[in-house]
């Protein structure tokens, strides 16, 4: 969807080249852990987020939320060298304001220090750090 939405044609066919910015812009206010979308539990977390690309945004909320996004597929290959690209560059090069100051998203971490629960199947695969590594 977001390759349509970036490189689509009023023709109904995508373009080599992108035919518009896409602001993003995802509300955090309440979230959601455990077993989502349909029987998730509510968490506070009393963050926005936005950005002109749907990967870097996507990238932040997952740091934000304590997962580690290069161990997400879905968030990691968005970042990938394929044909009609969601992101031309690296998500190294993302650039993060936070609370008017510039940070780097490598040190994004959760905001009040506790990151989401994962649903079950995901435990242990794609949380920033594993109870191994504490």
């Known amino acids: ?37 349909l029987a998730n539990t509510p968490v506070p977390s009393s963050f926005v987020a936005g950005g002109m ?3 870097a945004v996507e990238w932040v909320q997952a740091r934000l939320m304590g997962f580690d996004p290069a161990r997400i597929a879905l968030t990691r290959e968005a970042f990938g ?5 969601l992101a031309g560059f690296p998500a190294s090069d ?11 998203v490598e040190t994004l971490c959760p905001l009040d220090g506790r990151a989401f629960l994962p649903p079950s199947g995901w435990r242990g695969h794609c949380e920033l750090h594993t109870a191994a590594a504490r």
Do not use: H, K
């Not at 060298?81 to 690209?85: L, Q, R, S, V």
């Open 1 to 37: 969807m977001q390759r349509i939405l970036r490189y689509g044609r009023a023709d109904g066919t995508l373009s080599d080249s992108p035919q518009r910015l896409v602001l993003t812009l995802t509300d955090a206010i309440v979230g959601g852990e455990g077993e989502g979308p």
């Open 81 to 85: 060298a394929f044909p009609y690209p």
């Open 94 to 104: 993302i650039q993060v304001r936070q609370d008017g100051r510039d940070v780097p």
């Open 53 to 55: 690309n749907p990967a």
